[in-house]
């Protein structure tokens, strides 16, 4: 409903209800006033007519007639049988053939209750209005009562004049509402309107028009609405100048980034993903799981679509070498980085094909000159010739141990070798690696101990896990002070299995720990190559656990020890 009807309706219904109201209250209050005021004086008057009726009843007939129309009333006098004798409405002759009035209800009132004033309003049955009889017991010898009787016609219409007035009254002040109402609803509603229409039109990001309002409450509200509208302004044209510099700096970046939604549908896409997936700068791009032909790199996509988070995976597209991290966004949808790391890899296979070719060349001579000097060694005569000779073997050997762990790392390095697994049980392969360092250890006073779990067994490539023992007790022999204790251990958890190898060593200072992996990283130098040390054991051991698909970690403690962890899958990858 409008405003105006609204206003119109509820004034108007308040108007009817006082109205309505009025007339009733007038109706009761003045009936309830003007009523006892009337028969108070028909009293009065039917006492006067009493004290002058005269003795001679031959002359109340005329007496009744002469005093009722000098008064304006009906007069009756009433004997005590009942019979009238004189009535203002009624002449000598009519008399005989009127009803007995003993039974009228305020004549049988005044002679049968005794009560000095009997009272009665009825219909009359001649005249159809509405009379008034009072009557009291009273008048000269033969007559008992005096009845006097007016129309009550009167006070109904002073009663309805009354009430035509407030009807007029309520006529004028419906009218009245109708105008305010009108009035008000130009004031307000129409303002109001023009308001909403200015609020829809800033939400729409159209211009908006305030309207002039005189109202001060609703020139609040324009006001107020104004100042939202330039302030709204403000952060939009601020968040398009934001989103413009970060769709720059994402367009900027040399790593792609790809925003899809969570079905997968490729919402935006910088250029160097573009480039990077081999679309033009205006091409479309599929959905990410039509993205890739490959099955496995489709089947990456599907774990990305699925929500998982997916860490710096490489793929290999067509001529590039690209890692790819996912991750879905709080909001739905899922981010891609792409990085081309195609470059870093060629230097990679530079280097170490560089690395194997070097190791490979050097090989041949080394061996040559080993043999060379531990034939000088066995013949030279002459402590000095024998102490030079014994030098260059033990450097020879250094040195082919290098080339040794160097073409080792390139080979699994380059993918050139690649485990084969087979289930192998973990503690008598570690006492087997422990048999050459037997004597060693004995010789240390360090103990081997083995303390393998139910799940004995893992599948591993055995050679590759004798190279690893090895690598790690000859770390912890040369390593670990004397009186020591070396113990290999196994951990069969849910989808891993960890094997430990843990000595109770000299320990690694934690800022070394995270590096030790690292090839040629050796944390005291001179110890290590005093001891015949070139840093690459670690490393090997690394890469060999990592062929199995597995990882490796270390925790250490100074001055109590070391263990090194060997994660492989339940499952070895093959
Ligand atoms: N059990 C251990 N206790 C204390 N330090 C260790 C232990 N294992 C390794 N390290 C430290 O980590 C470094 C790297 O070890 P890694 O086996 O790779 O090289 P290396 O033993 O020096 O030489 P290589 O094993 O190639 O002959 C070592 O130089 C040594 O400082
Ligand atoms: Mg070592």
Redesign the pocket.
């Known amino acids: 409903m409008r405003l105006a009807t609204r206003l119109f309706a509820s004034i108007g219904l308040l108007v009817a209800a006082a109205v309505v109201g009025s007339i009733v209250a007038a109706d009761v209050l003045l009936r309830r006033h003007l009523e006892p005021e009337i028969a108070g004086e028909l009293e009065r008057e039917a006492r006067l007519v009493a004290a002058l009726a005269p003795t001679d009843s031959t002359r109340w007939p005329e007496f009744a007639a002469l005093v009722g129309t000098r008064l304006g009333r009906r007069v009756t006098l009433i004997d005590p049988e009942g019979h009238v004798r004189g009535d203002t409405e009624f002449g000598r002759a009519a008399l005989a053939q009127l009803q007995n009035h003993r039974d009228r209800p305020e004549v049988r009132a005044v002679l049968d209750s005794g009560r000095s004033v009997g009272m009665n309003e009825r219909l009359s049955a001649s005249t159809n209005e509405r009379q008034l009889y009072v009557a009291i017991k009273d008048g000269p010898p033969g007559l008992a009562v005096m009845r006097v009787s007016t129309t009550l016609a009167v006070v109904d219409a002073q009663i309805h004049a009354v009430q035509r007035a407030v009807a007029a009254a309520g006529l004028v002040m419906l009218l009245a509402a109708g105008l305010v109402a009108w009035l008000l609803s130009r004031v307000l509603a129409r303002p109001l309107l023009r308001i909403a229409d200015a609020a829809r039109d800033i939400a729409a990001g159209r211009p908006a028009e305030f309207p002039d309002v005189h109202v001060p409450e609703l020139a609040h509200q324009v006001d107020a609405l104004r100042a939202m509208h330039h302030e709204l302004e403000r952060r939009f044209d601020d968040l398009r100048r934001e989103r413009e510099e970060s769709r720059t700096l994402v367009e900027a970046l040399s790593d792609g980034v790809i925003a899809a939604d969570e079905r997968g549908a490729i919402a935006s896409a910088n250029a160097a993903a573009r480039r990077l997936l081999g679309y033009g700068p205006s091409e479309a791009l599929p959905p990410l799981g039509e993205l890739f032909h490959d099955r496995p790199h489709r089947a990456l996509m599907r774990e990305v679509l699925a929500g998982k988070l997916v860490e710096r995976r490489e793929l290999d597209l067509d001529d590039r070498t690209v890692v790819l991290s996912a991750r879905p966004l709080a909001g739905g949808g899922i981010l891609l980085v792409l990085s081309d790391v195609t470059d870093v890899r060629r230097l990679e296979t530079v280097r170490r094909d560089f690395v194997a070719n070097v190791s490979h060349e050097l090989k041949t001579p080394l061996t040559a000159i080993a043999g060379y000097a531990e034939t000088l060694a066995a013949e030279a005569s002459g402590s000095q010739a024998v102490g030079f000779a014994q030098t260059i073997v033990e450097n020879a050997r250094r040195m082919q141990r290098l080339v040794d762990?160097l073409l080792d790392l390139s080979r699994i390095e380059s993918g050139g070798w690649r485990p084969e697994p087979v289930a192998v049980d973990v503690e008598s392969a570690a006492r087997d690696a422990w048999e050459p360092f037997a004597e060693r250890a004995a010789a240390r006073r360090v103990a081997f101990e083995s303390a393998t779990a139910a799940a004995r067994t893992i599948d591993v490539d055995p050679e590759a896990l004798r190279q690893i023992f090895t690598?790690l007790f000859?770390?912890?022999l040369?390593?670990s002070s004397e009186n020591g204790c070396l113990r290999v251990a196994t951990d069969p958890r849910t989808d891993e299995i960890v094997v430990t190898v843990a000595?109770t060593?000299?320990?690694?200072p934690s800022e070394h720990l995270p590096r030790?992996f690292e090839r040629f990283?050796?944390?005291?130098v001179s110890r290590?190559r005093q001891e015949?040390?070139?840093?690459?054991?670690?490393?090997i051991v690394k890469h060999l656990v990592e062929a199995h698909g597995g990882r490796v970690a270390a925790e250490s403690e100074l001055g109590r020890g070391?263990t090194i962890l060997l994660y492989f899958p339940a499952v070895t990858q093959s």
């Open positions: 762990d690598n000859d770390n912890a040369r390593y000595d060593g000299s320990g690694i030790i990283y050796r944390v005291d290590s015949g040390g070139t840093g690459l054991g670690l490393a070391t």
